[in-house]
């Protein structure tokens, strides 16, 4: 907020999010109505859907400017399609005038459009980093415009992807949070706040698994590296004053109400590593945060929840039709390079398909064409081990969820894919081989952005 200009960037106002997998944590509710009437600008900065949500932009005026990547063409797509009129794609390094604010965008290592922003008014500036992978290059680039009064800084190192292969975890990433707080020192800020992450999983487990820092920690290391660095942490709604030295403010929006833990869908009070980490509040405020990382505990089985209500005869009708001949068919003119590697290596694809109450095997060898299923016989030596809730596939083709839906405790797979040489083996490829994830999961999160715009654009014209 700075003058009559009262930005928000990357607005996320419903829980659970991301069709379901994830939550606000610690719990809140937003008013809609009061951000639509505060709101004048909004940033977005890169089309992951905790930070990009069609339901969430369709609550804001269509006359609002909306700032968002060069290049990011589902966002360009979506935006067009909700009937935002000013819309301004930026690339790193550029920079907007807004009555009296100052934008200036950063950049990321991420393999696709994202940014950072700088936002500078009346001789302060605040860098609010959001999940950019930087580089010495990104930061220095950054602090041309000066030293930051206020940053905004990663600090949750996730362990999303590995969520779904083979152990179902990893070990805590220490060159990733590492780097966090050396750009932090880099950066020099006067004032950081731990962000980027103010979400939980609604498979709680998973928050056993995936998430392994907090933000009281990574103030507490920040603090060990600069003892004069003020550190802010930072409640749902909470307001920071740069007029002078940076403080939090007594006071919070009044369009975001926090809620008790146990009056949060899918919340259990009582659940160790029920709920993810977030920026949280001061230490005179409610605690809401139970969090324990603990990747020792096991993986629950698989089950399939059919959360979207499905009859078990349709899914079963339904996955028949989908893994029959068109799955067949679009497997056999996938990338020829990929196919001829799966062939050479004498890949056994193993699929499972978990329903409600049961499970089915179907067996594909990638060395036999033209491809067919096969029932399980014998002994199976899988290369290629894949897990998936029957619901999960069915809502997939439909569109009735994305893809992180899926990759959060819908989707298993095991990997042995590796080449055997003279003086041993080698490593031959990982998920991107995995032949749900290539071919059904491929452009998902599209067509589920497009059905909740098609929605939205219904509901209106009705």
């Given amino acids: 907020m700075s003058g009559k200009t009262r930005c928000f960037m990357d607005p996320v106002l419903f829980s659970p999010f991301e069709a379901g997998a994830n939550r606000f944590e ?7 109505a009061g951000v639509r009437e505060s709101c004048t600008l909004i940033v977005l900065s890169h089309h992951h859907g905790d930070h990009f949500c069609p339901r969430s ?32 794609p930026i690339d790193p390094g550029g920079r907007l005038e807004i009555e009296g604010l100052t934008l200036t965008a950063t950049g990321s290592r991420a393999s696709f459009p994202e940014m950072g922003m700088l936002f500078a008014a009346d001789g302060k500036l605040f860098w609010n980093v959001v999940d950019c992978v930087l580089d010495e290059g990104i930061i220095g680039a950054a602090r041309t415009a000066g030293r930051p009064d206020l940053l905004f800084a990663n600090y949750q190192p996730l362990i999303e992807t590995e969520l779904q292969e083979d152990a179902l975890g990893a070990p805590f990433p220490f060159v990733t949070y590492g780097d966090y707080l050396r750009h932090v020192w880099t950066i020099r800020p006067r004032c950081v706040v731990p962000s980027s992450y103010g979400a939980g999983y609604t498979e709680e487990w998973l928050n056993q698994r995936g998430v392994p820092m907090t933000a009281k920690q990574f103030a507490d290391d920040l603090a060990q590296i600069d003892p004069d660095l003020l550190i802010l942490q930072v409640p749902p709604g909470g307001v920071i004053d740069l007029g002078g030295q940076p403080r939090l403010e007594p006071t919070s929006l009044s ?34 945060l139970s969090q324990d990382w603990r990747p020792d505990l096991g ?10 209500g499905f009859a078990v005869d349709e899914l079963r009708s339904q996955v028949d039709n989908l893994l029959g001949k068109s799955f067949l068919q679009k497997l056999a003119g996938a990338d020829p390079v990929w196919l001829e590697k ?53 809502a997939l083709e439909a569109a009735l969820i994305n893809r992180y839906a899926v990759n959060f405790n819908q989707l298993r797979m095991v990997n042995r894919l590796y080449e055997v040489h003279r003086d041993g083996v080698s490593w031959a490829g990982g998920r991107e081989d995995e032949p749900i994830t290539r071919v059904l999961l491929k452009g998902a ?15 209106q014209s009705a």
């Fill in 57 to 88: 932009l369709n609550v804001f005026r269509r006359s609002c400017p909306v700032v968002y990547p060069r290049g990011a063409h589902l966002l360009e797509r979506a935006l067009s399609r909700l009937g935002f009129e000013l819309r301004f």
């Fill in 299 to 308: 993986v629950p089985p698989l089950l399939d929840r059919n959360p979207l």
């Fill in 445 to 459: 999160d599209d067509r589920y952005v497009d059905r909740q715009i098609a929605e939205i654009l219904a509901q």
């Fill in 342 to 394: 799966l062939a050479r290596l004498r890949v056994l694809w193993r699929l499972e398909i978990v329903y409600p109450g049961g499970a089915e095997t179907r067996l594909l060898d990638f060395a036999r064409t033209p491809f067919e299923w096969t029932p399980p016989r014998g002994e199976v030596f899988a290369k290629i081990h894949t897990s998936v809730t029957a619901s999960a596939l069915v």
């Fill in 255 to 288: 369009f975001v109400t926090p809620l008790a833990p146990e009056s949060f869908p899918g919340a259990s009070a009582s659940s160790p590593g029920a709920r993810a980490s977030s920026p949280v509040a001061p230490a005179s405020s409610p605690e809401h």
């Fill in 26 to 32: 610690p719990p809140f509710r937003i008013d809609q």
